[in-house]
């Protein structure tokens, strides 16, 4: 069977790597047929907006896109194109897992968590103004609709997957409304569908202590959008960073899957950037089309890749000498 997927290459080394990706793809036998489409800072001058609707119907009628960084500027400059896609696709659970890979050299050992992250609301709702000149304010929303639906998300996913437990990262004991909504969804749809899993809560201060202290005592995550954010790149970088764990985005009708890592313009064009982040997100996306034989065969590869120890196997940034397409190549022999 060919799936037709949209393609966003995006931004920096956004276009590097989304083509090694694709001949990851194709090598483990993989039919899709890539719609490119545009996002992100490379899309304004085009069309005058960094999530134009041409992408946004395009993905809506092919309801799967794989996607490269792209690039926000920071406290000026347009607006993200990961949130624009996001709430104007209804993509409102983010799902980011890590694991220790072996051959990553880290701190720690035996991480395999999942953060599911509410994706629309929150602070990144993108609601500021300037109340007087000089005082500024952003809002923070919750809604009892986005609050119910990322929770019987967050449980489905764990029963699905056969998970232990389920631990809701909060504030409620400061944000007693926002927070204290979230968490009694959680509470209440845990109850409903999902007893027989284990529930916890932990205050999103402490819930970071004891991640850094013991990560292995944690399995499924389940947060509101800003905690999310800040918590799944910690739980990347005990595994290696960002450059070696998957994300994607789920919706009721769509799912785009993605790079988790930035557009690294500083880098852009010299074709050294690590290409795993989006061939793992890849790997989802393959298992989501429920093309299973293609993604174990890609993950038995980068398993292997990193495993061996073998430096023209791995890419500068996690200590060895490949470039993009020397890792890609590596990746389809091992394949082969």
Known sequence: MTHDVCLIAG???????????QRVLAAAGAKINWIPLHAGAEAIERYGSVAPNETLDAVRRHKVALKGPTTTPIG??????????????????AVRP??????????YDNVEIVVIR?????????????????VMQTLKIATRTGCERIARFGFHYAQERKRRKVTVFHKANIMKKTDGLFLECCRRIHAEIAAEIEYEELIIDNACMQLV?????????????????????LCAG???GLGVAPGAN????????????GSAPDIAGRGIANPLSIIMSGVMMLNHLGEHACAERIKAAYDGALSGGRPEERTLDIGGTATTEQFADALIRRME
């Open 11 to 21: 931004d920096g080394i956004g276009p590097e790597i989304t083509h090694a990706a």
């Open 76 to 93: 000026t400059g347009h607006t993200s194109a990961n949130v624009q896609l996001r709430q104007k696709l209804h993509l409102y659970a």
């Open 98 to 107: 890590v694991r220790s890979i072996a051959g990553i050299k880290t701190r």
């Open 118 to 134: 509410e994706n629309t609301e929150g602070l990144y709702s993108g609601i500021e103004n300037e109340i007087v000149p000089g």
């Open 213 to 233: 202290r013991d990560p292995s005592r944690f399995d499924v995550l389940l947060m509101e959008n800003f905690y999310g954010d800040i918590v799944s790149d």
């Open 238 to 240: 005990m595994v290696g």
């Open 250 to 261: 789920f919706g009721d009708e769509c799912a785009v899957f993605e790079a988790v890592h």
